[in-house]
């Protein structure tokens, strides 16, 4: 008997499930479609490393013996969907079985879910086994990532002492706060040049996605698994310590901070998310990290990743189109450009575009915190952030786009929106110093644009965020003002937003 096993491009795992009794004779398909080149406009450097990481993946798998039906963009006859050359391969090949790992995405899990006699097996490549989450979060009437982070903790016996965590705390979140100091520079990440294969990858994607956002020239991703190991024990070596101290911060100019820059690789099933965080544990262990350092990176895979990956599972459909703050404003060109004035927002845009990468408080507290303040569309700014992000992947970037950044679905990710003002911004980083706008001014014509949007947020949901304990303050604050404040406050901020509706080239 033989088996056609499907492999998706971000399940690039020699451990996937679909792969479990590979027997002589099977079949491992690959297929690099268009349908998943372009369902959103996928950052020219996203596209390239998904490509280049499946022919690296298909070549390992071929030098082992195993027989791989590789499609190639351009192959004559390829149906450019997944289920498309699935049908094509069992008409050509007629296997007895047709064996496929869940895929992460709704919309591909359910297209497979149409094929006849597919048999889908269970990822097992999380630390969340399938039904744990939903276990877990039944009958509860918040889900807040803090418990069930803990719950992995313990489930894993990672960063623990007995059963108490190790240090006496769970989180060190407040010692993760710090402003880089001006005479601290991060390492710079260990990069990997592109073989003569990926190089072949970024000519075509340079030809057929050049009008795709972002730029290929700094293209350096780890495309095996033996780089995604390598760039990970540089950052064990290298920026692990100063992680900690470091993870909120950011500097212009600074793209990647002392960041792992893991995700990607991670996302794609190039690296295992446990043994990540054994090998982080085991460095604090040895003396060579600090435990604010160490929890905290743990925190954001044991933590955020499987909590993320819990909520897509639950709720989906119906997540992606929660909008309780009712959003509806069109994405500003300058996200697609990084050309505005707000210097903030033109680093955080231009080094995605450069690098398809922006550190998780750049995406959540500038692009994020602006587009919530502003109100624009949820539906724009999930396709945004999904398109121009090397590490993005529907489960993974939805979750954090509507809920944790936009609030669109009501708190279900977090008690409270994550609006701030440019004070946060200005505390954080070196941004305000150099920009044209005024981070201490909230009304003026070269006024920060954060300050007057932030309390025209404020004003515009005050009814709804009055009871929210975490919010009742700043609604207090502006209901506290005088009425001629609020009024220019409200001004600023009418003239920010007909800027941006009318595509906000002059901000």
């Not at 300058?334 to 750049?362: L, N, P, V």
Request: glycine share 10%; hydrophobic share 45%; aromatic share 10%.
């Amino acid at each position: 008997m033989s088996a056609l096993r499907l492999v998706l491009g971000d399940q690039l795992s020699e451990g996937l499930s679909a792969l479990a009794g590979l027997a002589q004779g099977d079949i491992v398909l690959l297929a690099e479609v268009m349908d998943e080149c372009q369902y959103v406009p996928h950052h020219q450097q996203k596209i390239a490393l998904v490509l280049a990481a499946m022919r690296h993946f298909a070549g390992d798998l071929a030098k082992r013996g195993v027989h791989v039906r590789y499609v190639r963009l351009d192959d004559p006859g390829n149906t450019q969907s997944i289920p498309g050359e699935m049908a094509r391969a069992v008409a050509a090949l007629k296997p007895d079985r047709v064996i496929a790992t869940a895929p992460g995405e709704y919309r591909l899990a359910q297209a497979l879910a149409a094929v006849p006699g597919i048999e889908i097996r269970d990822d097992e490549r999380f630390a969340a086994a399938p039904g744990v989450f939903a276990a877990w979060a039944a009958g509860k009437k918040t889900l807040r990532m803090e418990y069930f982070y803990r719950e992995m903790r313990k489930r894993h016996d990672v960063l623990m002492d007995g059963d108490q965590p190790v240090g006496g705390q769970w989180n060190y979140d407040a010692q993760n706060r710090n402003r880089l100091p001006k005479n601290i520079t991060p390492p710079t990440p260990r990069r990997f040049a592109p073989d003569a294969q990926t190089v072949e990858v970024l000519a075509m994607v340079g030809q057929r996605f050049a009008h795709h956002p972002g730029r290929l020239g700094a293209f350096d991703y780890p495309v095996t698994a033996a780089q995604a190991e390598a760039g990970f024990a540089d950052f064990i070596e290298n920026r692990l310590a100063g992680f900690g101290d470091y993870q909120d911060a950011m500097a212009a100019g600074t793209p990647f901070m002392f960041h792992s820059l893991i995700s990607a690789p991670l996302n794609l099933g190039l690296l295992d998310p446990l043994a990540l965080c054994r090998t982080a544990e085991a460095a604090y262990r040895a003396g060579r990290a600090g435990l604010n350092a160490v929890e905290g990176f743990i925190r954001q895979i044991l933590g955020w990743r499987e909590f993320v990956r819990g909520i897509y599972g639950l709720l989906m459909p119906d997540y992606a189109t929660g909008n309780v703050l009712g959003a509806s404003r069109a994405l500003p060109e300058f996200y697609w450009t990084g050309q505005t004035k707000m210097r903030c927002m033109a680093d955080a845009i231009g080094q995605t575009m450069e690098y398809s990468y922006a550190h998780h408080i750049q995406r959540l507290m500038i692009t994020g915190n602006f587009a919530l303040l502003a109100g624009l569309d949820p539906d724009a700014v999930d396709a945004w952030y999904l398109a121009v992000y090397a590490d993005a992947y529907e489960w993974v970037e939805m979750p954090n786009t509507r809920g944790m950044a936009l609030y669109a679905d009501g708190g279900v990710m977090g008690s409270k929106p994550y609006a701030a003002s440019g004070a946060y911004i200005n505390r954080m980083s070196d941004y305000c110093g150099g920009c044209a706008y005024d981070v201490k001014d909230a009304t003026g014509a070269n006024a920060c644009p954060f300050n007057a949007l932030y309390w025209d947020f404020i004003a515009r949901h005050a009814e709804r965020f009055a009871s929210n304990p975490r919010m009742a303050m700043p609604v207090r604050s502006w209901q506290g003002m005088a009425q001629a404040r609020q009024m220019a406050l409200r001004g600023r901020a009418d003239d920010i937003l007909r800027m941006i509706e009318q595509g906000g080239n002059k901000l």
